[in-house]
């Protein structure tokens, strides 16, 4: 048994010590700072994470006391108890976050959902097509059989958004939003694969169309991205904002050509639409990277109030500005979601909270996509998304 309890308190502290660093790399990719600061910092979690293991069992010594031979806890060094205590608290927000995704994410608001799954590289028939799906960059993560970054999921989740302009009423037909949001055109997925989400989004007749950020991680594609993105704008109109990946390049370059494709941006402003049956106040924000915060709603006549914001944190600001709907990505549903534990790593103050899916706080409701590609293309039982939101207003 003491031997039982030992093996329980090592593996604690282990779990404990990673997730303090998974809590700080979360934290820390929301801020506003630059990669090649994230990118050291993300070497030394890497290095606190692998090493650290081996440290412990340095400490806790060969000895008989020891705790993986049966030492009990009183019997090791103060240093080593302090450590324990300090690392194994780490458990507590890991609880957490497994508590919330197995039983706190179902929003009951969503009244219906549909969900079709296609494998883009195995639908190619030809190796040219199957050559245009893969992409020219190459990457190690390709190899591996689960990953899913050749799958896209379409998502259609009928939602019943509280807005103070509907009055209890909810005779008009639904309103139709394609979300997208962090296409990362990187060079992997290649433009086949992006052809195919075109095709799709084209397929679902949507009322509108809204891109929530990270365009580009190689600037060489950004003509290429745009003129496979240009074929929406005859389909709905196109709304959309930049994210922190763009930030890091030459945001307003692609900011101003991406614009003068026909893509309306909304960032730091709000433009009044007519859609169908509705008048939508539409407003976005690239908070904390760049551009000003979201404008506070002034306009109360209109049916809907929607802010873009590419990171899910800036919730706080839209329910206080008075928004009904607020979409996002920037966490791509945490990429890795681990059969137990959930997802565990996502850029935002709030950890995991806000990973993915719907939310509601107060009378706003709030999408987070889980993207549609990633700097590094490795996705496990977190499939790409296109998500189309068929929303009702009322109170
Ligand atoms: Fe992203």
């Not at 039982?4 to 010590?17: D, F, M, N, Y």
Request: hydrophobic share 40%; net charge positive.
């Amino acid at each position: 048994m003491q031997h039982l309890i030992g093996w329980l308190l090592l593996i604690a502290s282990i779990a404990g010590h990673t997730e303090w660093w998974v809590v700080i790399v979360n934290r820390s990719h929301a801020l506003r700072i630059r990669s090649t600061r994230l990118r050291k910092f993300r070497t030394l979690h890497d290095l606190a994470v692998l090493s650290y293991p081996v440290i412990l069992l340095w400490l806790t010594g060969t000895g008989p006391k020891s705790l993986w031979r049966g030492g009990s806890f009183s019997e090791q060094s103060f240093f080593l108890q302090c450590l324990l205590i300090v690392t194994i608290t780490g458990c507590i927000p890991l609880i957490l976050g497994m508590v919330r995704w197995h039983w706190i994410r179902h929003p009951q608001f969503k009244h219906s959902d549909s969900t079709t799954r296609h494998d883009v590289l195995g639908q190619a028939s030809t190796d040219e097509e199957r050559n245009a799906v893969r992409g020219p960059r190459r990457h190690v993560s390709q190899l591996w059989p689960w990953n899913e970054i050749f799958h896209l999921e379409v998502n259609t989740k009928a939602i019943r958004v509280n807005s103070s302009a509907g009055n209890g009423k909810t005779t008009k037909a639904p309103l139709r939003l394609a979300h997208i949001s962090d296409l990362h055109f990187i060079g992997c997925p290649g433009l086949g694969y992006y052809q195919f989400l075109v095709n799709q989004i084209t397929e679902l007749q949507p009322d509108l169309i809204l891109f929530t950020g990270d365009l580009i991680d190689e600037m060489e594609l950004l003509p290429e991205a745009i003129d496979i993105l240009r074929p929406l704008l005859s389909v709905a109109p196109c709304y959309f904002i930049l994210g922190n990946h763009d930030w890091k390049y030459e945001h307003e370059q692609i900011r101003s050509q991406f614009a003068a494709s026909g893509w309306r941006c909304v960032t730091g402003r709000s433009e009044i639409l007519r859609v169908g049956e509705y008048q939508i106040l539409l407003a976005g924000s690239e908070q904390p990277w760049t551009g000003p915060a979201p404008p506070v709603v002034r306009d109360a006549g209109c049916d809907l109030r929607v802010l873009l914001s590419h990171s899910p944190d800036q919730h706080l600001l839209a329910k206080r500005f008075g928004y009904d709907l607020m979409l996002s990505g920037h966490t791509h549903g945490g990429q890795v979601v681990l059969p137990l534990f959930g997802p565990i790593y996502s850029p935002s103050l709030f950890g995991v909270s806000y990973v993915s899916g719907l939310f509601r706080r107060g009378n706003m409701t709030m999408h987070v996509s889980r993207g549609v590609g990633a700097k590094d293309p490795m996705r496990w039982r977190c499939c790409p998304e296109l998500t189309c939101l068929e929303v009702t207003c009322g109170n």
